[in-house]
């Protein structure tokens, strides 16, 4: 999980920086959207992890 959340800061530090720099606004949209696809997977690590951690807690309360 820490990869991941790595990989993505660096990713849009990288997609902020580019933004001053690249004129074209179709490729800014690009480099926002692929910013968002890495988001959107970072928040589903976290949510399949926390709905691991709550079916593992009910499992020990079941026992």
């Given amino acids: 999980m820490n990869a991941l959340q790595n990989i993505f800061k660096l990713l849009s530090k990288g997609f902020d920086l580019?933004?001053?720099?690249v004129k074209d606004?179709?490729?800014k949209v690009i480099l926002i959207g692929i910013s968002g696809i890495f988001a959107l997977a970072v928040g589903a690590v976290k949510v399949y992890r926390n709905y691991m951690s709550v079916k593992r807690i009910f499992k020990l309360r079941s026992k």
């Fill in 25 to 27: 606004d179709d490729l």
């Fill in 18 to 21: 580019s933004g001053g720099a």
